[in-house]
């Protein structure tokens, strides 16, 4: 079973930048495809960038693409989002995910975490 903390959220003005780090336990994780989800209240889960287990290849969806990029540490067990130019419309909470097959669907999600919040102000 994987377990996810993620950190690294906070308040940022509109350009600015952050790192989310998720620290991952479980003897699986070298081995699974981990990502990054968002949501605010009242809309669903969104998809926001996946990575595989060897970091070689990664996936973003359109609007963060050129500004996010995921990467992952296995030695150090350890997911992480870099956000530049970020807008206000990147406001949200982030979840770390471990995928159970590489997909951008929530449902194919094996483990997330408790999220952390992302506020980009005008």
Do not use: H
């Not at 308040?11 to 070298?30: K, N």
């Not at 969806?61 to 970020?86: C, E, H, P, W």
């Not at 408790?114 to 980009?120: F, I, N, R, S």
Request: charged share 15%; proline share 2%; net charge positive.
């Amino acid at each position: 079973q994987v377990q996810l903390v993620e950190s690294g959220g906070g308040l940022v003005q509109a350009g600015g930048s952050l790192r989310l780090s998720c620290a991952v336990s479980g003897r699986t994780f070298s081995t699974t495809v981990m990502g990054w989800f968002r949501q605010v209240p009242g809309k669903e889960r969104e998809f926001v960038a996946r990575i595989s287990w060897n970091g070689m290849f990664t996936y973003y969806t359109d609007s963060v693409k050129g500004r996010f990029t995921i990467s992952r540490d296995n030695a150090k067990l350890m997911v992480y989002l870099q956000m530049s130019s970020l807008k206000p419309e990147d406001t949200a909470t982030y979840y770390c995910a471990g995928f159970t097959v590489p997909s951008t669907n929530a449902r194919d999600v094996g483990a997330w975490g408790k999220g952390t919040l992302v506020t980009v102000s005008s």
